[in-house]
């Protein structure tokens, strides 16, 4: 069966991005040639699921090839109906029926891509498989956090640690069965 | 000069205890023999700042001999005051007059032992010098969020990580300069 895998980067204190969607504190981690294992990550997968905020904010700062580049079926969920892009789906249905049906389908395994709000709506589902978390080195103070209160609790599986030189530390969980 | 000290265990998405004060999660980590460095990281201290519910909440739940043993200096920040006991202080001042004489004092370390409300006027002020935060593979959904919003951005830098057969993943930082 296909596994959702959250990949996504936070600061210690939480969140994944300071007011206003300032992603800024990303630049303390960022270095040529390094990236914290991105690609393996994304060749094992060929769905994408993801939140409309942060589609068209990736859209607006990224460019659309970011996403639409025929590559993967991008799920965004959505309120709104909008027409297909290539393989950018607007969905505007149940998550939780979505996720069983591609969970169903055969392929590669599902990537959530965030925003906040879509993954804490998986998680309150219990529908997240893989947590691949990295950790910035710094504490952020505030903005939008990665966990939201309101879900049910739910033990996971250590799998790993990975450390990088520029302090970044990449924790690995799964779902316990 | 003495450092101040966070050494606390937190889920994963970053609470330090379930509504009312639940810290059971703390069993999925219990192993006989395995402190997670507890006692060492106590050897390097001898002075304890502390919340006034959080020592109340020991007192009741451990008794007195965690804190009023004598080994160390206690601070117990509260607005009331009580008459002292042994070596444990209750303090109404001010907080950041207190860690300020109790750095320039000599001695070993200070242990911020929380709770959440003092370990978070302490970041307030940029006072805390050393996180050593495990992580426990636990997503608790709701409770006592260890980092609350408010406070000022603040660059760590990355020390080192040790994992254990539990699970736990501990990380430790140090202020940046």
Chains 1, 2 share one sequence.
């Not at 025929?70 to 950018?88: A, F, K, L, N």
């Amino acid at each position: 069966m296909r596994k959702i895998s959250l990949f996504i980067a936070t600061s210690l204190d939480g969140y994944i991005a300071k007011p206003n969607d300032d992603l800024s504190f990303l630049k303390l981690v960022e270095k040529q040639g390094e990236d914290y294992g991105y690609a393996a990550f994304t060749n094992t997968v060929d769905t994408v699921m993801i939140g409309r905020r942060t589609y068209d904010y990736v859209l607006k700062e990224i460019g659309p090839s970011h996403y639409d580049n025929g590559q993967r079926d991008v799920y965004v969920i959505t309120s709104t109906e909008r027409p297909q892009v290539g393989r950018t789906i607007f969905y505007t249905g149940d998550i939780t029926e979505l996720v069983k049906r591609l969970k169903s389908d055969k392929g590669k395994n599902i990537y959530c891509d965030g925003g906040a709000e879509i993954i804490n709506e998986l998680l309150k589902h219990d529908l997240i498989d893989n947590l691949i978390i990295s950790i910035i080195p710094v504490l952020l103070g505030s903005g939008t956090r990665l966990f939201k209160d309101g879900r049910p609790a739910q033990i996971l599986e250590f799998i790993k640690v990975k450390t990088f030189e520029t302090g970044l530390t990449q924790l690995h969980y799964k779902r316990k069965k």
